[in-house]
């Protein structure tokens, strides 16, 4: 089966690492498969070209207008390809497929988390929606990447139940694994890492921190997440005089392990995750993890994670048990490494592949 994968962002973002992680699955045992991506000169992820299945897409930014442009430029790198199947990983380059084509699409649209968690401008949650509008018209499959996601789909978005499919993510256990020689340290190290958008409820973790601040003095923080100078959080943390509290910016994929590995807990209060990448990748280096239960945290971080609600007392609570009580913290390791074995991109890979032929069919 001739394959064409569509990605509208870098492989430096979760939609991008979604995107080159289950592409490589699949060529497995469909190597007659290409994976159009963002080419921009210089930018960190352009090594991927090397690799002849990678084709660019060359883009402007042109600021505000990118996201609304993008779908242009998409359908311009695409033009002479001839696939059997054209899959779409999110709305933009899944709309970019719905200009003029005919062929067999999917769109993987991960979560429809923006019809009802607002965040960004009305503009871009109108384009967004009309959008889904369109697919749902045209009768294209989604996939989304949880159950959870699906019910979210169907209620928000009116998709057809037979045309959503839930299909979970996989962890790439060659990248993320436990430190074979974990280094003493005199100090416990909370950490996070994800969006810094308000959803995220990073300020919660800043008030949780206050806290244990004040009742330990070996704790300290890492929050990793693009561009936090952009965000109120550094601002915040010092109103609230935290002293040990850091804030990383983007790490990239070959320094992601090390940072987790050198964790000693993460919380994760998001209030909303389609899939929610971060606890397990905890997870699988061996690092506890409490989580919210928002959207899909229940059933991904499910019994791997001690979960909680978001209150910062509950939270707090739950972060001195495992820091104080080591048997309990190597219990939930252990709980964590196994629960996250189950989510392997190769079992991702092989739902994927039904849904291109059911399509084709």
Request: aromatic share 12%; charged share 25%.
């Amino acid at each position: 089966m001739k394959i064409t994968m569509v990605s509208c962002q870098h492989f430096t973002s979760g939609i991008g690492h979604y995107g080159v992680e289950l592409a490589s699955e699949i060529r497995k045992t469909q190597p007659d498969l290409e994976l159009f991506k963002l080419s921009k000169p210089g930018h960190e992820d352009d090594s991927w070209f090397s690799n002849s299945w990678i084709r660019p897409i060359r883009y402007r930014s042109l600021r505000n207008l990118h996201p609304y442009v993008l779908p242009i430029y998409i359908r311009k790198a695409l033009v002479g390809t001839h696939s059997d199947i054209y899959h779409a990983h999110w709305f933009q380059s899944g709309l970019a497929l719905t200009l003029g084509y005919s062929k067999k699409t999917v769109i993987t649209m991960h979560d429809v988390s923006l019809l009802h968690v607002k965040e960004g401008s009305s503009l871009f949650a109108d384009y967004y929606s009309w959008s889904i509008n369109r697919f749902k018209k045209l009768g294209i499959p989604l996939i989304v990447v949880s159950e959870a996601a699906k019910q979210d789909t169907i209620e928000y978005a009116g998709y057809p139940e037979k045309l959503v499919f839930p299909i979970h993510n996989g962890i790439n256990f060659n990248q993320f694994y436990p430190a074979k020689n974990k280094i003493n340290k005199s100090t416990f190290t909370l950490i996070y890492t994800g969006g810094l958008g308000q959803r995220k409820n990073v300020k919660k973790l800043l008030d949780v921190m206050k806290v244990l601040e004040n009742k330990y003095d070996f704790i300290e923080m890492k929050l990793a997440g693009s561009h936090p100078e952009r965000t109120p959080f550094p601002s915040y943390a010092a109103q609230l005089g935290l002293k040990r509290t850091s804030f990383t910016g983007f790490i990239p994929d070959d320094q992601l392990t090390t940072f987790y590995q050198n964790g000693d807990l993460l919380i994760y209060p998001s209030e909303y995750e389609g899939f929610g990448f971060a606890p397990l990748e905890a997870m699988a280096c061996g690092i506890p993890v409490i989580s919210g239960t928002g959207g899909a945290l229940k059933e991904t971080a499910g019994s791997g994670a001690w979960l909680s609600g978001l209150e910062t007392e509950e939270l707090a609570e739950k972060a001195i048990k495992i820091i104080e009580d080591s048997q309990f913290r190597n219990d939930l390791i252990k709980k964590g490494s196994d629960w996250v074995k189950q989510f392997t991109w190769e079992k991702s890979a092989e739902k994927t592949l039904d849904v291109f032929q059911k399509e084709r069919s």
